[in-house]
C-alpha cells in the first residue's frame, strides 16, 4: 500500500519571533535539500495537527501558492511538557533520486501455532528500504499464516512485496518474527540470575 502526499500550505517565514507566530497557531519550520537554499518558512499549527502520525514518515507536499516542493519530515521538536510542536525540519526530495527510510511491518494472518496457544516472537517491527519516494509505502505485510508449527519463522527473505519498486536494505536470512513454545519461554524465565548474568553480553553481540 503506497502513501500518498500529504498536502500543506506553507508561507515564508515573517520577521516575528517565534514564540510570537506559536502564540498565534502557526509552526515555524525549516526547508533545505540538495538543489535549494534553506529556507525559514512557517505553517498553521491546526492543519499539521490533522497530518496523521504515519504521514511522518511519507512524503509531503508543501505548497507555497504556486510553487509545490516535495519533501520529508526530518526532525520534530515538542515542548518536554505539553507534546506541543515547536519546530519542524522539512527536507526537500531531489527529483528522480531514491531516499532511504524506515516504514512499519504489519503482522496479518492468523498463526494457526499461535492459535494452538504458542507465542509469537516478534524481533523487527520495522525495516530499513530505498525507494522513490512516490513509492513509499505505509508499510509491509508479514504474513503469519506461514507460521504453522513452534519454531516456524519468517526472515526478510520470505516476506512478499514489490521488489522491483521497493528494495530491502535488510539481511535477507535475518529472522523477523518467529513461534515459541510458552513451555520454552517459561524454561528460559527460570534461569537462575547467575547464569541469565552470563548470557547477558552474548545476547548483546547479537544485537
Do not use: W
Amino acid at each position: 500500500m503506497f502513501a500518498m502526499a500529504v498536502e500543506i500550505k506553507i508561507e515564508k517565514r515573517t520577521n516575528k519571533k517565534a514564540g510570537a507566530l506559536r502564540t498565534q497557531g502557526i509552526i515555524p519550520a525549516t526547508l533545505y535539500g540538495p538543489e535549494i537554499e534553506p529556507q525559514n518558512i512557517q505553517l498553521n499549527a491546526k492543519e499539521f495537527s490533522r497530518v496523521n502520525f504515519h504521514d511522518y514518515t511519507h512524503l509531503i507536499s508543501l505548497k507555497d501558492g504556486t510553487e509545490e516542493h516535495e519533501a520529508l519530515i526530518k526532525n520534530i521538536q515538542r515542548d518536554f511538557v505539553t507534546r506541543d510542536v515547536l519546530n519542524i525540519e522539512f527536507y526537500k526530495v531531489k527529483r528522480g533520486h531514491k531516499v532511504t527510510m524506515k516504514v512499519e511491518l504489519k503482522f496479518v494472518g492468523v498463526s494457526p501455532a499461535v492459535k494452538l496457544g504458542a507465542d509469537l516472537i516478534v524481533i523487527h517491527k520495522e525495516a530499513n528500504i530505498r525507494c522513490f519516494p512516490r513509492n513509499i509505502p505505509y508499510y509491509l505485510e508479514v504474513d503469519i499464516s506461514k507460521l504453522v508449527n513452534v519454531g516456524d519463522h519468517i526472515t526478510f527473505a520470505d516476506m512478499i512485496f514489490d521488489r522491483e519498486t521497493i528494495e530491502l536494505l535488510e539481511p535477507a536470512k535475518e529472522i523477523v518474527c518467529k513461534v515459541d513454545s510458552k513451555r520454552t519461554n517459561i524454561v528460559e524465565s527460570s534461569v537462575p540470575e547467575e547464569a541469565a548474568a552470563e548470557v547477558k553480553p552474548d545476547a548483546a553481540k547479537a544485537d
